[in-house]
């Protein structure tokens, strides 16, 4: 029996809230984590049940403090933001990255990727430069596909697919009441979207819940085997650089924070907080949020078969 030690958090955990925030198990121990196949690694993540699991392993780029795979329960994926920071913070509690470090870097499936310690508990990652890859032609299935009608669109900006290193296809609507409404159906969202650059789904609405949030979310995913995520870090920088690109807040300033919650429909309220920022000429987009420790132990696995 072989046992790989893992420490579970709840990532961009509002503190209003006991339980909130994304789940993440995090197995940080590299030693143990290379004795693991790709489908043992799978199989762990279907275990877990969660959005995301993370294992770590030693980084060969130059200034990387470790190198992160990143499961859901259906696949592996090249980048994702609650794993991200959840495994930094990770990291530094279990002293992989020095105590008194403020800037680190990992090395994901899409490369190296900065993050920033800003207290105890708060990270923040930084993300490229939102790129707007295109609209949708034809928005009636989708809607259907997560029990919408055309009805509750916002008028003020279009259906575009949006990305930061993974995209995302977001759909304003008019208000809270109809977000809620939405029931994703995972067949008819994959049906909807198949010859599409993405089938996530970003549906949003500038009403919210709290007064202190400037956007109010909700993400689907089923091809990758999350039907819905409480808080999702890859999304919210397209989505800070779709709402600053059709200027969806008025009152909004370039590099002042935009507040996310998410989660709700799930019992997991989340808040995710995004900025832009011009760094020495060029554009960077920073997504942070706070870290809850919610468990640690072992997760014990078969001894692998020998060939």
């Given at each position: 029996m072989r046992s790989f030690p893992f420490m579970q958090t709840s990532v961009f955990t509002d503190d209003r809230y006991s339980f909130g925030g994304n789940q993440l198990a995090t197995f940080w121990d590299e030693e143990s984590n290379l004795s693991l196949t790709p489908e043992e690694m799978l199989g762990i993540a279907r275990e877990m049940n969660f959005s995301e699991t993370t294992f770590v392993?030693?980084?060969k780029m130059k200034d990387c403090q470790a190198k992160v795979r990143i499961f859901?329960?259906?696949l592996e994926i090249p980048f994702a933001g609650h794993p991200t920071i959840g495994t930094a913070f990770v990291l530094k509690r279990k002293k992989l990255i020095p105590e008194k470090t403020e800037t680190s870097h990992l090395e994901l499936g899409i490369g190296?990727?900065?993050?920033?310690?800003l207290g105890k508990r708060t990270v923040r990652m930084t993300q490229s430069d939102p790129k707007i890859m295109g609209e949708l032609d034809e928005i009636k299935p989708v809607l259907k596909a997560i029990g919408l009608s055309e009805k509750v669109l916002a008028e003020d900006a279009p259906?575009?697919?949006?990305s930061t290193g993974f995209p995302f296809l977001i759909i304003p609507i008019k208000t809270l009441a109809a977000i809620r409404r939405a029931v994703?159906?995972?067949?008819e969202i994959l049906k909807s979207l198949k010859n599409e650059i993405s089938q996530e789904i970003v549906i949003?609405?500038?009403e919210t819940i709290h007064s202190d949030s400037n956007v109010h979310v909700r993400m689907f995913a089923p091809g990758a085997g999350v039907l819905e995520d409480p808080a999702t870090g890859s999304a919210a920088g397209p989505i800070g650089g779709y709402i600053e690109a059709h200027?969806?807040?008025?009152?909004?300033?370039?590099?002042?924070?935009?507040?996310?919650?998410q989660g709700f429909q799930l019992n997991r309220p989340s808040r995710l907080v995004f900025q832009s920022a011009k760094v020495r000429g060029k554009k960077r987009v920073y997504v942070a949020g706070k870290i809850s420790l919610m468990a640690e132990g072992k997760f014990f696995l078969k001894a692998s078969k020998k060939k």
């Open positions: 392993f030693n980084s859901t329960p259906g190296k990727t900065e993050v920033n310690f259906a575009q697919f949006v994703p159906s995972p067949t949003l609405t500038t200027n969806l807040i008025p009152t909004h300033s370039f590099g002042e924070f935009i507040v996310i919650e």
